[in-house]
């Protein structure tokens, strides 16, 4: 089994991603972390420094491309994954799920205003933070083969309603 979790920053994909891997017995592909580890950072902010977002979308491609083939795995996207088509396409070789974690702006704002460790080059302003979300909002659901409200939600009942 297949799963691929999509969504905007700090929507949840990470915590899901590793509740499934435990209740499934799979592992985890976290993509950001093997970003850092590809681009050899060890922050977005450095992978930005390095190399602009054009660094992160393109080791975005290979890892996707590196991962195609592989049937049971959950992976936890970077929210940008969208921008490329190629990403997903890659990643859902081999009957994947796609999954859309949809959390309002407003709920979103509130975790990341409050995350203050968690460095997010392209959240760094929220009024351009928010205008990325509505125009990254249609390509999620472009993508989605299921949409969960991840707004109200828990980690465990997120889990829960992507294995039903
Ligand atoms: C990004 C989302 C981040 C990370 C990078 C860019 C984006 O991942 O890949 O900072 O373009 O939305 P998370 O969604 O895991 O925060």
Same mark, same amino acid.
């Given at each position: 089994?297949? =799963?691929?979790?999509?969504?905007?920053?700090?929507?949840? #994909?990470? %915590?899901?991603?590793?509740? &499934?891997? *435990?209740?499934?017995? &799979?592992?985890?592909?976290?993509?950001?972390?093997?970003? $850092? /580890?590809?681009?050899?950072?060890?922050?977005?902010?450095? +992978?930005?420094?390095?190399?602009? @977002?054009?660094?992160?979308?393109?080791?975005? !491609?290979? !890892?996707?491309?590196?991962? %195609? /083939? !592989?049937?049971?795995? !959950?992976?936890?996207?970077?929210?940008?994954?969208? $921008?490329?088509? =190629?990403?997903?396409?890659?990643?859902?070789?081999?009957?994947? #799920?796609? +999954?859309?974690?949809?959390?309002?702006?407003?709920?979103?704002?509130?975790?990341?205003? /409050?995350?203050?460790?968690?460095?997010?080059? &392209?959240?760094?302003? =929220? @009024? /351009?933070? @928010?205008?990325?979300?509505?125009?990254? $909002?249609?390509?999620?659901? %472009?993508?989605?083969?299921?949409?969960?409200?991840?707004?109200?939600? %828990? +980690?465990? *009942?997120?889990?829960?309603? =992507?294995?039903?």
């Amino acid at each position: 089994m297949k =799963i691929i979790l999509i969504g905007f920053m700090g929507s949840g #994909k990470s %915590s899901v991603a590793k509740k &499934l891997g *435990e209740l499934l017995r &799979l592992d985890v592909l976290e993509m950001d972390e093997l970003v $850092l /580890q590809k681009t050899n950072t060890r922050s977005m902010d450095e +992978v930005f420094a390095k190399g602009g @977002e054009l660094l992160l979308r393109e080791t975005e !491609i290979d !890892i996707a491309r590196a991962h %195609s /083939q !592989i049937p049971n795995l !959950i992976i936890s996207t970077g929210g940008g994954v969208v $921008l490329n088509k =190629i990403v997903l396409d890659y990643l859902n070789q081999s009957e994947g #799920k796609i +999954v859309f974690l949809n959390a309002s702006f407003q709920t979103i704002a509130s975790r990341l205003t /409050q995350d203050q460790d968690f460095r997010r080059p &392209l959240f760094k302003n =929220i @009024e /351009q933070a @928010e205008l990325l979300f509505h125009r990254r $909002l249609p390509l999620y659901l %472009s993508y989605a083969d299921q949409i969960v409200d991840a707004d109200t939600k %828990s +980690v465990e *009942e997120i889990a829960q309603e =992507i294995l039903l």
